[in-house]
């Protein structure tokens, strides 16, 4: 229990003094007013998501440092998505920002394509890197293929979401880390239980 203490108050005073930048923090403005967050294509049609192609818009501007207070300090969906954006830049902090939110759960509304849930943002972020793997393996495919028209309209999105730079070794060593951060977890937890005698 100390130790989750120790973690809450190191974590508030570490972006308590951190700085965004103005850019991002122009962009990210009219973000804090969501508390859900959507996938790329919502509803029956496939519509564009304004939400996130407005985030898109901020990480073409945001560091990861930027990225890191947003993940921490912003809206709900400033959260999931900067969270998300730090895994695909291979910055070790989406690690932190995990192992946070698992501690001290926050839940969102997530909209997938025409599917809505509520799930804690260590949920979906853990889920989003085991749906990237096939991602990534198709996007290394692609990469040996005949450049075609379609293979290069597929690369061109698999890009657009931002996982040009993201390795098969990277996201295997996020799932270890993550794995052994859930492990720990149930294991305090485990100890925090009562023992109880039967007779």
Known sequence: MKLKISLFFLFVTGFSNAQISEKAKVL???L???????SRYIGIGGD?????DHFRKLSKVASTDDLYYLAKNGS???????SQELMKRN???FLEIYEYYLNYPSIIKYKDGCV???????DHLKRELYSVKDLIQLRDSLLKEKTDHFTKAQLESINENGYRHLSQENLDFYIAAIKKTDAKQLSSLDQS?????SK
């Open 28 to 30: 990210a403005k009219p």
């Open 32 to 38: 804090e007013a969501f508390s859900y967050a959507e």
């Open 48 to 52: 564009k998501s304004t939400l996130y």
């Open 76 to 82: 709900n969906a400033l959260r999931l998505y900067s």
């Open 91 to 93: 910055d070790k902090r």
């Open 116 to 122: 809505g849930r509520e799930e804690n943002i260590s």
């Open 193 to 197: 239980q009562p023992i109880t005698h």
